[in-house]
């Protein structure tokens, strides 16, 4: 391989049907991976006099060789274009630093079903409701409906195996349909479907079957029974007062982004049925020199496109940023989801609230992460006083407290990575 890439002679031999392409620095490492509508046009553009910012010009500098990848269609490479980026983790693109998928309620299809919280494939027979933006939010509503609707959360190997009810049974946070004879199938039955509409977002149509039996029971002189529905009902109005955003039903995510000091936080605001089920803060890694529009192009493509994130689209995404490949975008989503999937990225009304408030989210977020390694760092200055050394680069930490075994950790300028004579 020669020092010098012959994008010339290499540029003669480039189809101008879209595609992706790779490109590769003197040690055969992927350094970037881009896609095209024109191959030929786009790889020209890396070779001009005049090149657009200083991390192109840096990464052109490096560039040893550089391989193509045909498609059919502009979506097929924008696809594609994700899947390498997640392959290769190149050291000039955006990289969305995510690699769990997000959790779910599952409602199982059991005799008595149950309720868990669910990642990964939907493989189990029975209903997924979320996506949620943690474990943390699945778990609270999770504890939020046990107290409200008393369906069961156990295993099934332990639900098969009672000969008589549980705590949960006990302080009234389970209908036990473990045991024979303690609720009904009609009961129980009943309970699942409120639980059903509540995840689905249809809280007025649980609150008007809720009322219909506290009257009916009333009307039969049934008052503990009414009773207890009334305080069914005073629950789910608390909880949906609480969480209230909007009457129109909406399924979006809202993408707000704040960047600062060559960092970029990206919020995202999952919000699904008018309500709000949570919000998450991302810090992707953003090589220098790279420009914002950039940086939100390519973490909504990571964050929804790579096929393993297992990620619910939305009917609607609303955007921070005007993208220039909105429309390819959409499509792909569109594509993807088996349905239309907007992107907007100029929303009035209630929808500008929403990003108003992810924008607001993301800065904070920022602001957050700034300070905190503003910190880190003038701890390591105070190190580094202390043993009397110039700086502080690498710090290797042992943990040796207990007699079976051992555990280490290597931290490189304050980041953890991973212990190497190369870190």
């Not at 504890?143 to 195996?161: D, G, W």
């Not at 049934?222 to 969480?243: C, L, P």
């Not at 991302?282 to 994130?309: A, D, N, R």
Request: include cysteine.
């Amino acid at each position: 391989m020669s020092d010098v890439f012959d994008s010339k002679a290499f540029l003669k031999t480039v189809t101008s049907q879209p595609g992706v392409y790779r490109m590769y620095d003197a040690g055969g490492t992927v350094i970037y991976v881009g896609k095209a509508k024109d191959l030929k046009k786009r790889l020209s553009s890396y070779f001009r006099s005049n090149l657009a910012s200083r991390k192109t010009e840096a990464l052109v500098a490096l560039i040893q060789n550089i391989d193509v990848t045909v498609t059919h269609t502009e979506t097929e490479a924008l696809l594609l274009e994700h899947n390498y980026i997640k392959l290769y983790q190149p050291r000039y693109n955006v990289l969305l630093r995510d690699d769990k998928s997000y959790p779910f309620i599952f409602l199982s299809g059991d005799t008595h079903p149950r309720l868990a919280m669910h990642r990964g494939a939907k493989h189990a027979k029975g209903e997924y409701f979320g996506p949620f933006p943690n474990g943390y939010a699945v778990r609270e509503t999770l504890a939020l409906l046990q107290k409200i609707f008393p369906v069961r959360q156990c295993e099934n190997s332990v639900y098969r195996n009672r000969s008589r009810p549980c705590l949960q049974y006990q302080i009234g946070r389970c209908l036990g349909p473990c045991v024979a004879g303690l609720v009904s199938e009609e009961e129980y039955a009943q309970q699942v479907e409120y639980v059903r509409l509540f995840l689905a977002g249809k809280d007025d149509q649980v609150l008007t079957q809720l009322i219909a039996r506290m009257e009916k029971a009333s009307a039969a002189l049934e008052f503990e029974e009414a009773a207890r529905i009334r305080d069914q009902i005073q629950a789910v109005r608390r909880v949906t007062e609480k969480q209230f955003v909007s009457n129109t039903g909406d399924d979006l995510d809202v993408i707000g982004v704040a960047f600062d000091a060559g960092l970029a936080c990206v919020h995202v605001l999952f919000i699904r049925q008018g309500k709000v089920l949570g919000s998450r803060s991302y810090f992707p890694k953003v090589p220098g020199g790279t420009e914002l529009g950039e940086v939100v192009e390519t973490f909504v493509g990571q964050f929804y496109l790579q096929g393993s994130q297992m990620r619910t689209l939305p009917s609607e995404i609303l955007l921070d940023f005007n993208l220039a490949d909105k429309t390819l975008l959409a499509d792909s989503l569109s594509e993807l989801a088996g349905r239309r999937v907007n992107v907007q990225t100029k929303p009035r009304g209630d929808r500008a609230r929403y990003l108003k408030l992810a924008r607001t989210n993301a800065a904070t977020a920022l602001s957050t992460k700034l300070s905190q390694q503003s910190t880190v760092s003038q701890r390591l200055t105070a190190l580094a006083t202390l043993l009397k050394l110039p700086e502080v680069k690498r710090m290797e930490c042992f943990d040796i407290s207990h007699t079976m075994g051992g555990a280490d950790r290597c931290f490189l300028r304050g980041v953890r990575c991973e212990r190497s004579a190369a870190c």
